[in-house]
Structure formats: structure tokens, C-alpha cells
């Protein structure tokens, strides 16, 4: 795809997560992504600073859609909300590799730390419901078992035939946990 008119920032963004999704975040450059997105080799830099502002970017991105994914789950519990974290993992993959990196991200960045926390705000509501109430090591547990998950899928790690139906299920396991411990 090149670039003729439009939202710059947008495609950029998008260039870097098929950019990423072909070779790996390692491999992304700026001079590549202007490349693709058929500008200049400075409108990247101008957009973003350096490449950290544009990982960073992106995986601000990312958590928004997180978010939105997990809030499009309306009155969905822990499990339709671990389904939905897989899910948004599956069809963003550039995104949930960035967002896991904060080596490669600016920590300082506020459109970041505001999208981590409506994601984390969002996850909450199921933990909520599981618990009667906020518990953060319940939540961690959920985390990182469905993130776990979807990052065993994305790597091929597990190949299930229905990754989603296999989510719900592994998902169970911790709704099935707290009414034992809970």
C-alpha cells in the first residue's frame, strides 16, 4: 500500500503492524516503514519521533482495541471476557506482541498509560463479578492465564482447532477455581 492522502498517522500504524506481522518487531525500521507507506523517509519520524514512538503508538493502539474488545462483552463475566482477550489476540497479533514489550515502549507516554488502564479497567469488571468485588491477585491469575493462552496459539505452541472454544474452556478453569476458593 502507498501512501497518496488521508491520516498519515493511521496508515503508518497499520504498516507497522503488517510490517511486524511479516518479519518481526525486530526487524521493523523507520527508512522500511516509509517504504512501504510510500513517503518520505522522515514522515515517520516527524509522527512519531523514533522508533520507540512508534512502537509505543502502536501498542496504545492496541490496548484501546483491547479495551474495546473486552467492553463489547457488555454484561460477559470472567470467561466471555478471557474469550474476548484471546480473541483480540488473534486478530491483532502485532499489537498484543508490542504491547508486552516495555523495553521497547515509552513508559512515560500518557495516551499509553491511559489505554493500559481502560484495558485493565475493563478486565476488571469480570474479576469483579467472579469475586463479589476487587481482588488484584485474582485478576493477575485471569491475566495472565488467558494471556498465557493466547500468546501459546500465536506462538504455535498449542494449534487447537477452535482456539476461541478452547479459550472458553481454559477460561472456566478460573471461574471453576474461585467458586472453590472463593
Known amino acids: 500500500m502507498t501512501y497518496h492522502h488521508g491520516d498519515l498517522r493511521r496508515t503508518l500504524l ?54 474495546e474488545a473486552l467492553v463489547g462483552v457488555d454484561d460477559g463475566g470472567l470467561i466471555d471476557r478471557g474469550v474476548a482477550y484471546v480473541e483480540f489476540a488473534l486478530a491483532c497479533p502485532s499489537h498484543f506482541t508490542v504491547m508486552f514489550q516495555p523495553r521497547l515502549l515509552d513508559d512515560d507516554d500518557s495516551e499509553l498509560t491511559a489505554a493500559r488502564q481502560r484495558a485493565w479497567a475493563a478486565l476488571s469488571v469480570g474479576v469483579a463479578k467472579t469475586r463479589s468485588g476487587p481482588d488484584s ?7 495472565s492465564l488467558v494471556h498465557g493462552y493466547a500468546t501459546l496459539v500465536l506462538s504455535g505452541a498449542v494449534e487447537p482447532e477452535d482456539a476461541l472454544e478452547q479459550a472458553r474452556i481454559v477460561a472456566g478453569h478460573l471461574v471453576e477455581g474461585a467458586d472453590k476458593s472463593g
Do not use: C, Q
Open 137 to 143: 491477585d485474582f485478576g493477575v491469575a485471569a491475566w
Open 14 to 67: 497499520a504498516e507497522t503492524a503488517s510490517a511486524i506481522a511479516e518479519d518481526g518487531v525486530a526487524k521493523l525500521s523507520m527508512r522500511a516503514l516509509a517504504k512501504r507507506a510510500g513517503v518520505s523517509n522522515a514522515a515517520p519520524t516527524y509522527h512519531f519521533g523514533d522508533k520507540s514512538g512508534l512502537l509505543t503508538a502502536l501498542a496504545a493502539e492496541g490496548y484501546d482495541r483491547l479495551a
